[in-house]
């Protein structure tokens, strides 16, 4: 087979890949009493660890959203309660979610990619499997399911802080008054907008870690190879992350 061939044939075995890693992922899944340790370890590397830069990131971006959809809507014949009508289902469908998965995708991908890099480029994965113990079931399957349920937590902490920073920069700035934009806020607000973004983020908390884990994991070539799949995973995630976020408001809009 011709260089060109395999270089057409790349992605297709990449993913080809990814679907065989997650296959033995799922079918791991029987052993996660085993890994309890790990998945508690690794929901406070993910989770706990990673609220201070979700909560500044949300609460700039509740406070930037408020700030231009004031000036976006300077009129007369407007009232000022729309702009928290306009802002809580904007945070709420997209920017809670999509703000936090790619800080994620940036700081835990990135570490997740790092780590089974290096486990790889070491051999240490290696010595696992000579062992007998399961390498998918120790090493990915606790990140996948820690970024499973620690992200939902995530994009509920965020869309708390960035809607909170939203009210306190409308009113202190005088754009809207708290009472006002709360109101605009609970007239227009649906409950499925809060179900979808909570989806979403089960979503996302899946794509970033099962990405991650696959960028490590088939990690070759060193401290370079390290180094090029940690960026790897950091921007496909997001690239991913992207994707996903489009089918789901196509599908489910």
Known sequence: MSANTIRVLEPFIALGRFFLLLARAFRSLREVARYWKNIFEQMVHIGIESIPIVALAALFSGAVTTVQTAHQLVSPFIPVSIIGAVVVPSVVLELGAVVTGFLLAGRVGARIAAELGTMRVTEQIDALEAMGLNSVGYLIVPRVVAGVLMFPVLYVVACVVAIGGGIFVGHY?????????????????????????????????????????????????????????????????????????????????
């Open 173 to 253: 700035t005088g754009e809207v008054p708290a009472g006002e934009f709360i109101a605009g806020a609970r007239e227009f607000f649906r409950p499925f907008d809060a179900t979808f973004g909570l989806l979403k983020s089960l979503v996302f908390g899946f794509v970033i870690t099962a990405v991650s884990c696959y960028k490590g994991y088939y990690t070759r070539g060193g401290a370079e190879g390290v180094g090029r799949a940690t960026t790897e995973a950091a921007v496909t995630s997001c690239v991913y992350l992207l994707l996903a976020d489009l089918v789901l408001a196509a599908t489910l809009l």
